[in-house]
């Protein structure tokens, strides 16, 4: 049995305290990929089997699901501008085709307004038929981005500070 | 689908999440107990696929889109082993609420596949 099991040395230690905030980023990550699935298979899967029946809410479900596949890459590779952009947009599309689905289902080509209908879409209804998740995920997607983005500037002490108070020790 | 079974693999996947998220806000990387249940999750569904096969044969005859239902089936059957991959690669207590995910999504999917078939 060799002896040499690296110690946690205080560098590593540091870095894995540093990354406790990628850490929520990583379950943001995984439940972005879980309804990037959902929301895309069973786009494609409406848009193959009755296309029809309501064009405009079965392509705004397929453009939704890139936006979310495209999101869960942006979080996973930590490419910041790009979840913002794409964050954003589901934030917006949700709000207005969720209003739009309620108010005036006709405008997307939609009979019945049930979130769990044969027509409903990730977006219908504030995505009620998604557990309302995607309402509330883009909030926390902006909230972890903008927390995250914050992070590095607060945790830095100003070298001003340092060399005021060091002499006073 | 049986609707016993349907529920009872729901409260399967409930239970899974719930230790999991659980487990992962307490702090712990993924261990037996998570990864267990994941497993057991995946199993349960390993069965409803082969129920679906069978149960039209025996009269079990779904009420909806029968490639609907498989789609969900076989994106189901995917779901729980990415996850155990992950927290395999990405051994820190978020992977354990990552996990917990990935079962309550199981749980849903379960869910709306029964509804395909038919609430009869």
Known sequence: ????????????????????????????????????????????????DRFSEAPVAFALSAFSG????????????????????????????????GTLSLVA????????????????T???????????????????????????????????????????????? | MIWGYTIAQVALACAAGLICVISGLAGRKPNDPSLGSLVLV??????????????????NQPVGSVPEFYVYLISALLIPPLAVFWALIERTRWSSVVLGVAAFAIAVMVFRMQQIWGLG
């Open chain 1, 122 to 169: 990730v977006w219908s209804a504030y995505g009620a038929g998604y557990l309302l998740v995607p309402l509330v995920l883009p909030v926390l997607g902006l909230l972890y981005l903008w927390r995250s983005g914050r992070a590095p500037a607060a945790s830095g002490t100003s070298p001003s500070e340092v060399a005021t108070s060091s002499p006073k020790a």
């Open chain 2, 42 to 59: 995946e199993l349960a569904l390993i069965a409803q696929l082969v129920i679906a096969i069978i149960a039209p044969g025996l009269g």
């Open chain 1, 1 to 48: 049995m060799s002896e040499h099991s690296p110690e946690p040395d205080p560098a590593s230690a540091a870095k894995v305290s540093a990354r406790g905030g990628a850490g929520v980023g990583r379950v943001l990550v995984a439940v972005y990929a879980v309804l990037a699935i959902a929301a895309t298979g069973r786009s494609v899967f409406q848009i193959i």
């Open chain 1, 105 to 120: 289902p006709a405008a997307l080509g939609l009979d019945s307004i049930d979130p769990f209908g044969r027509e409903s």
């Open chain 1, 66 to 97: 890139v936006v979310y596949i495209v999101a869960t890459i942006a979080l996973g590779a930590r490419l910041r501008g790009l979840a913002w952009v794409t964050i954003s947009i589901e934030l917006i599309g949700v709000l207005v085709v």
